[in-house]
């Protein structure tokens, strides 16, 4: 007789799930919660305009040095106990930009209370007058801006320039000629330079150099920048020829490779004194 063996029988186990409970404000505790909110963000609204840690209480300048700061103040006109947060600053920047010794500005804020006005002014880098006008020489920076009257003692310090524009302090001369006798400028030698009056750039950028020497004044056709090494060796044979011959010159033209010399006609004089001085 076979022995009886236990019979396992697998039973599946019930899992109960629980019921969670979902809370479900009414609608007068959601209207109190969001009254509560608004009431909250427009405290701190009012806290965030009317507090004095935000109202405008000091102004610093920095970086001015002719422009004077209650002019710069003045000119800005920032509006005392506003909020910092608030001020328009490139409505600021654009009349501190008016100013025209001023070539660019900045305007920021920072806590507590205070303004920061960072300005960089304009610098002198030529002499310019208007032809026609020998004794009105004033002092323009690199991009035209006619800055102020010149004295004649900073003389040396500039190169001249003569234009046909109006040079008016406080308005902009075009900078075509400015750039042009900027990158001629450096290319001649020192010594020549002791006899040089003035240049004048006409609308095709080419340039005339007025000379002064022995008491003789005339014109060098130096025509574009171009060649320079060339020509200023050629210029300084001629000039060391008419030193040693006491020759009077009309014009000298260095564009050519083989260079003109024009003597001065006794009959005519000095000439016309007209400075334009065509590129014929």
């Not at 710069?72 to 328009?88: G, S």
């Not at 007058?129 to 020489?137: D, E, F, M, T, V």
């Not at 320039?161 to 900027?182: A, F, N, Q, Y």
Request: glycine fraction near 4%.
């Amino acid at each position: 007789m076979e022995s009886e063996r236990p019979i396992y029988r697998r039973t599946a186990r019930t899992v109960r799930k629980r019921k969670s409970t979902v809370y479900k404000p009414s609608k007068s505790a959601l209207i109190v919660k969001k009254v509560f909110i608004v009431a909250v963000f427009l405290l701190a609204q009012l806290l965030f305009y009317y507090s004095d840690f935000f109202k405008l209480k000091e102004i610093y300048v920095y970086g001015n040095s002719r422009v004077s700061d209650d002019v710069i103040l003045k000119t800005a006109n920032f509006p005392a106990d506003k909020n910092i947060v608030t001020l328009p600053l490139s409505t600021f920047r654009e009349k501190l930009n008016s100013i025209h010794w001023i070539k660019n500005s900045k305007v920021k804020w920072a806590v507590p209370g205070r303004v920061e006005v960072y300005v960089e002014e304009r610098t002198p880098v030529m002499q310019v007058r208007q032809n026609g006008k020998p004794s009105c020489w004033f002092a323009a920076d690199d991009e035209g801006m006619v800055l102020y009257k010149a004295s004649p003692g900073e003389g040396a310090r500039y190169p001249h320039l003569v234009i046909d524009d109006s040079v008016t302090i406080g308005k902009k001369i075009p900078k075509e000629p400015i750039h042009t006798i900027k990158s001629l400028d450096p290319l001649v030698p020192r010594d020549l330079k002791k006899s040089f009056s003035y240049y004048i750039v006409n609308r095709q950028e080419e340039v005339i150099i007025v000379v002064k020497r022995n008491g003789n004044e005339f014109k060098v056709k130096v025509g574009q920048v171009e060649d320079m090494a060339r020509k200023m060796n050629v210029f300084r044979a001629i000039m060391k020829l008419i030193d040693e011959n006491n020759i009077e010159l009309e014009y000298i033209d260095l564009r050519p490779r083989q260079p003109v010399i024009k003597p001065m006609d006794s009959a005519a004089g000095t000439g016309s004194g007209d400075e334009s001085g065509g590129m014929h």
